[in-house]
């Protein structure tokens, strides 16, 4: 059985709001709660939920750059926390990011070839420029921005925002990682060209077997790349529903999951009009500051039981499908009839 590359477990992280300049009491928000998640080699994972929702701050403690309040990090088999330098940096050459943002992950007064050729130079990988130019017009190459001298010597101003998202996924290759997270990585990009950056992900993966974690907000493109991986979906903070990505978008189990899925426009204008709207009880997302008790979607869940939903945090429970589901209705794994006689 293979190694995983990262494991989170009980991962929570807090931020603090208040005191200082601001003055009043400093208030304590918990971001993240008890995330255990697992990404093994060459495994696609998509990880979606609504803005606010606590996903990006899970790719940042994946990738290093923001540690836990709580809970462990562990990277093939050590926590994160105990590496000394060299093995952090080991770690930190493995998990590459992949920005949401385009414009501002690069510099603007560099040149193509200064952006890519500097991790290059960095970490001795070329000795000269020859060496440098030959590495930076393959890595080009691979992206699909051809000819290579279109845009090698260009600055990203110069560039669509298309082309400068395949620069930084050009970038997060240069040191062959073993982990890609990739924080809506097309979400800033005309729909028209989604596709085509998504396609590339999808071919590198394929080609070089690196593992991903996928960000979005878009189940509809989370179905799409994370067709063969998992589906992770939280909700404030939490993971609500894990599992194989066809299982929980053909059959979501979860109410959170079902009414995102039920929100996706169809391209047959039919069949979205014989949708069923999902009766939320609320359509108002809950204060991070102050979380309702229980599960934390019991103010908008159309299955509210009361004393149950609002008693204890319910837990990721293991389905005969292969999934996880934080809910009462599967309590003990039977399904939402059975269940909901047994707890009413």
């Known amino acids: ?64 750059l923001l540690p836990p309040s709580m809970g462990e990090v562990i990277y093939q088999g050590q926590n994160l926390s105990q590496l000394d330098k060299r093995a952090f940096s080991s770690y930190r050459k493995t998990v590459q990011l992949v920005h949401q943002d385009p414009y501002a992950a690069l510099n603007p007064t560099q040149t193509i070839y200064a952006i890519l050729s500097g991790p290059m130079f960095r970490h001795k990988l070329v000795k000269n420029k020859r060496e440098a130019l030959r590495s930076v017009s393959e890595l080009l190459e691979t992206v699909d921005l051809t000819p290579v001298e279109d845009f090698i010597g260009k600055h990203p101003h110069q560039l669509s925002g298309g082309q400068r998202q395949r620069v930084v996924v050009a970038r997060s290759l240069i040191l062959e990682p073993r982990l890609i997270v990739a924080d809506e990585p097309v979400s800033m990009l005309d729909v028209s060209i989604r596709l085509s950056v998504v396609g590339l992900l999808r071919r590198l993966q394929a080609e070089t077997q690196v593992a991903f974690l996928f960000i979005t907000h878009d189940l509809a493109m989370a179905k799409y790349f994370g067709t063969g991986g998992n589906l992770a979906v939280m909700y404030l903070g939490e993971i609500v529903e894990f599992g194989p990505a066809e299982t929980v978008i053909g059959e979501p189990k979860h109410p959170y999951t079902q009414a995102l899925l ?55 429970v293991s389905q005969p499908d292969g999934r996880r589901v934080a809910c009462y209705l599967y309590a003990d794994g039977r399904g939402d009839t059975e269940t909901r006689k047994d707890l009413a």
């Not at 696609?44 to 609504?50: A, K, P, S």
């Not at 426009?265 to 359509?283: G, N």
């Open 1 to 64: 059985m293979q190694q995983p590359i990262i494991e989170l477990k009980n991962v929570t992280r807090s931020f603090t709001r208040g005191g200082g300049l601001l003055g009043g009491t400093p208030q304590r928000i918990d971001v993240l709660r008890n995330i255990n998640l697992t990404i093994k080699p060459g495994e696609i994972t998509c990880l979606v939920g609504e803005s606010g929702c606590g996903k990006t701050t899970t790719g940042k403690i994946i990738a290093g």
């Open 262 to 316: 039920r929100a996706l426009p169809e391209p047959d204008p039919e069949l979205t009009r014989a949708k069923e709207p999902v009766a939320l009880r609320s359509l108002d997302i809950p204060d991070l500051a102050a979380l309702p008790s229980g599960c934390t979607f019991h103010p908008r869940c159309p299955n509210y039981m009361q004393g149950i939903c609002d008693g204890d945090v319910p837990g990721l």
